[in-house]
């Protein structure tokens, strides 16, 4: 079965530095992204990937900065990220979304954090110590939006994979 979600990927220069620090962290498959839409909502059928690339077609490119590292708890290591236009890109995202799906179902309700995240913790085992490699990171540029992309995993592969790109407008 297919999963997408929807993301940003930083340039191809950040995403490098990032994957070095994702791996030693001990992500095998990393994939740097600014999630913007999880899997919830986004059918194998496509319905909604019209409303997605509307949605992207009129959204003005936007500049984002990543920030310093975070946890969710002790389960996910993360680097914040800021930007004005990502809270209304995500929820632009969301109602597409949930405008696709059958009466019946409902997509849980989460708040927004702009995050990319690092590693997420294995079961029964802590976040591994990262301060010194977060560090790493603390220099990447602001970088400028210019489109969405789509991730894609078909099980039982194990790790995503950037399918589509959508561009943004201008």
Do not use: C
């Amino acid at each position: 079965m297919l999963h997408y979600f929807i993301g940003i990927e930083p340039p191809a220069d950040q995403r490098s530095r990032i994957t070095d620090v994702m791996r030693e962290l001990g992500d095998p498959w990393p994939v740097p992204h600014v999630t913007l839409k999880s899997p919830h909502g986004l059918t194998p059928d496509l319905t909604w990937l019209a409303g997605v690339r509307d949605v992207a077609a009129r959204t003005p490119r936007t500049r984002v900065r990543i920030g310093s590292a975070n946890t969710f708890g002790d389960r996910v290591l993360y680097l914040a990220v800021e930007g004005e236009g990502l809270e209304p890109l995500h929820r632009s995202l969301d109602e597409v979304v949930r405008r696709g799906l059958a009466n019946d179902e409902v997509l849980p309700e989460r708040p927004f954090v702009a995050h990319l995240t690092l590693i997420v913790a294995r079961p029964d085992e802590p976040l591994p110590s990262y301060h010194h490699l977060t560090a790493r990171l603390a220099d990447l540029d602001p970088f400028d939006v210019a489109a969405l992309t789509v991730f894609q995993r078909d099980e039982p592969r194990s790790h995503y994979h950037a399918w589509a790109q959508l561009p943004l407008k201008g």
